[in-house]
């Protein structure tokens, strides 16, 4: 994965990747074909260029911006995005994540570079040197995306799309269709209806329900992702039914319902949005919550996970021969009963997920995520609530403030999670526990609701943290969590976590010394994580306790 940074693109290394075909590498880098005038994905299937033809760019946006059209075999802008936006802190990545968020759409350049910090000149000047294209052809190539997905999956009026994708005027969202797709946005339209397997079938309209495949690079540990999401269900706001995960999400301009699976090669994400301008900005962050975007592949060769075809196989057949085992998501109840001893950590029966070669080596499970978060304030309030308790206890805390403070919406699942101001005021009255810990959520939901406090995905990781250790009741543990979960900053080592500790202790890894997993120790705690819960999973029952670490 060489060949992909944000500056400079090794030719023979990119080249390498489309003659080969290899799908890893799509979203992290464009071909532009100078005699055709298109751009593609890596691994487009068609004849591949000449060399003297071809260039390498490293955003759509930046093709665009050079004059080349999207081409319409491959769809390079429906590719995975890049992984670059969360591996590195600088401003192009952290303005990256803020575009994809559908910043520029609510407020224009200059909410952009007033999140940052920086000046609108300085902002396009560094955008343009690394990323090929300015803020505005970036934010542009983001709003032809969510066109494409607007014409293509429903039947919404044209003028409706137009507005939903963000673009200024019906002139702006016709010109930009067919300067990226070569096409009008009804034929595009047309093409699309031709190409379903049933063409009478009809897209929804105006009720805002989508169904769209959010595909991923393989591979994936799916199992790890459904026990987190299912171990860690609110009810009230969050519901595991059928291996289907589903919860509301406040939105920009409202709030979505949001229904999760996993596929073969995709996720499909059924959304319910109150408001179809927000439909860019959920699917980036439920991507984000899922770990999407992430290069399991490059992750995998520095954390030593074995991707063979026979060890994926062994490890299925011992899953399939656990007595206990939690990633079987069926047992979604049981495992919510079970006690945790760390706010945030997995679930006590988890099924065998490590493994050793005969040389003792360690080897981990391919293709393990670091779960994101949907919000960035409830990330926080909820991990605070879950401090020195279980998690299920956690679930019941939580449920009972979203009970009781939380906005009532329609849909499958009733509430959503309360605002912080509304938790700033009225949160002593429903929160119980500790008095110092209700203070602290208190506490830090009024910093939230004044302003005080910041979080979101532009900021970098140093000055998060050192503004969540700076409240009252949030310690190193918890101010890392927050970071890695919100920021999806891969190198952050839980090494005060107890469960982590554990999960090192049985694998012989000394956490003092980890450096030869760098940049990944966020995937390494989650490996440890899974480890000593495979650990318990295969232990003798015991009485559940709780012991919970505390910041």
């Known amino acids: ?31 532009a074909v100078r005699t055709t005038g298109i751009y593609c994905r890596p691994s487009c ?33 429906a590719a995975p995005g890049s992984p670059l936006w969360n591996t590195r802190a600088d401003l192009a990545a952290r303005a990256m994540r803020l575009i994809g968020d559908g910043v520029i759409e609510r407020g224009g350049v200059p909410a952009l570079a007033a999140t940052l910090g920086y000046s609108q000149r300085q902002l396009t000047r560094v955008l343009t040197t690394e990323l090929g294209a300015g803020p505005l052809a970036l934010a542009r190539a983001h709003r032809a995306h969510t066109a494409r997905l607007l014409i293509q999956t429903t039947a919404m009026p044209m003028s409706d799309i137009a507005f939903a994708a963000g673009f200024a005027s019906i002139r702006q969202f016709n010109d930009t269709v067919r300067e990226v797709f070569a096409v009008s946005p009804t034929t595009m339209r047309t093409e699309a ?34 026990w987190f ?14 291996h289907t995960y589903t919860r509301n999400l406040r939105t920009p301009h409202g709030h979505a319902t949001a229904r999760l699976s996993f596929r073969g090669d995709h996720v499909r994400a059924e959304l319910a949005l109150h408001d179809m301008r927000d439909l860019a900005p959920t699917v980036a962050r439920v991507r984000h919550l899922l770990d999407l975007d992430a290069d399991p592949v490059g992750i995998d060769e520095v954390l030593g996970a074995d991707t063979t075809a026979a060890f994926q196989s062994s490890a299925r057949s ?38 050793r070669t005969g040389a003792d080596r360690v080897v981990f499970t391919p293709g393990i995520r670091v779960p994101g978060c949907l919000d960035g304030p409830e990330l926080l309030l909820r991990t ?4 020195q308790i279980s998690v299920s206890a956690a679930a019941t805390h939580t449920a009972r403030l979203v009970e009781a403070l939380g906005e009532p ?68 543990w918890t101010a890392d969590y927050v970071t890695m979960r919100l920021l999806a900053d891969p190198d952050i080592l839980l090494d005060t976590d107890l469960v982590v500790r554990q999960g090192a202790d049985l694998l012989g890894i000394d956490l003092s010394d980890t450096a030869r997993w ?34």
């Open 1 to 31: 994965m060489d060949c992909v940074t944000i500056t400079a693109l090794d030719f023979e290394q990119c080249y390498r990747a489309v003659s080969t075909r290899d799908s890893r590498f799509d979203g992290q880098f464009f071909t």
């Open 45 to 77: 299937p068609a004849i591949t260029p000449k060399r003297a033809n071809v260039s390498f760019l490293p955003t759509a946006a930046a093709a665009q911006h050079a004059g080349y059209r999207a081409c319409r075999r491959c769809l390079p802008d």
């Open 193 to 226: 209806q031709r190409a379903r397997k049933d063409p009478a079938q009809t897209a929804p309209t105006t009720n805002g329900t989508l169904s769209l495949r959010l595909p991923f690079r393989e591979p994936l540990d799916r199992a790890w992702l459904e």
């Open 229 to 242: 999401l299912s171990s860690h269900v609110a009810p009230g706001m969050e519901l595991w039914e059928d």
């Open 318 to 355: 011992a899953w399939r021969g656990s007595a206990v085992d939690a990633f079987d998501t069926d047992d979604a109840r049981r495992v919510r009963t079970a006690t945790l001893p760390d706010a945030g950590s997995a679930p006590a029966t988890v099924g065998a997920g490590t493994w």
């Open 384 to 387: 605070m609530i879950g401090q």
């Open 409 to 476: 919406v329609e849909g499958p699942v009733p509430r959503l999670f309360p605002t912080p101001d509304v938790i700033a005021e009225r949160g002593a009255e429903v929160l119980t526990g500790p008095a110092r810990r209700v203070r602290s959520i208190v506490g830090a939901a009024a910093a939230l609701a004044a302003g005080d406090l910041q979080l979101h995905a532009g900021r970098t990781a140093a000055d998060l943290r050192r503004d969540l250790l700076a409240l009252d009741g949030v310690g190193p």
């Open 518 to 551: 760098a940049p990944w120790r966020s995937y390494l705690s989650m490996h440890l994580w899974k480890t000593a819960l495979s650990r318990r999973a295969a232990a003798p029952k015991r009485p559940a306790r709780s012991a919970r670490k505390t910041d």
